[in-house]
């Protein structure tokens, strides 16, 4: 599942999507789109704090490794303990892009610690863009 899939079934999810389509001037289809990449794993509920624990340290050997890739647009990592699972989502300019981080060292050394800590991963998978809504970005809690 792609940024844009999983923003959508969240947005459905929330009867969101038929309001942000009434905006229809914002809504971008058959254009050069980004490569959305999504790596999902689940974990049983009484290692969240564990698996939360180790996403947040992760950031300190992934971030500047992932900051060095060329075509990175945006990165996310998250977790929801609601539904115990983790997500890393990234938008790449390109497939090709997207696919250095099939081979970053830092990302690869991550996984068997996940995996320790009891994180079953999905198959990773990077999703071609149909269509997009873009808002302001700047987000200031």
């Known amino acids: 599942m792609n940024f844009m899939t999983a923003t959508i079934m969240v947005a459905s999810a929330a009867g969101l999507v038929g309001m942000a389509l009434q905006g229809a ?13 999504i790596s999902k794993g689940r974990f049983a509920p009484e290692k969240y704090v564990e698996v939360k624990r180790l996403i947040d340290e992760s950031a300190a050997p992934l971030a500047p490794a992932i900051q060095e890739l ?4 945006y990165y996310h990592a998250a977790v929801d303990a ?6 890393n989502v990234s938008i790449w300019e390109t497939q090709q892009a997207a ?3 099939d081979t970053l060292a830092p990302m690869l050394a991550q996984r068997p610690i996940l ?4 994180v079953q991963f999905d198959k990773i998978a ?7 809504i873009e808002g302001p970005w700047a987000f200031q809690k």
């Open 25 to 37: 001037s914002r809504v971008t289809k058959n254009a050069k789109q980004p490569v959305i990449r």
């Open 70 to 73: 060329g075509g990175l647009l």
């Open 82 to 87: 609601n539904t115990n699972t983790v997500v």
């Open 99 to 101: 696919k250095q981080m």
């Open 115 to 118: 995996e320790a800590a009891g």
């Open 126 to 132: 990077n999703y071609e863009a149909a269509w997009k």
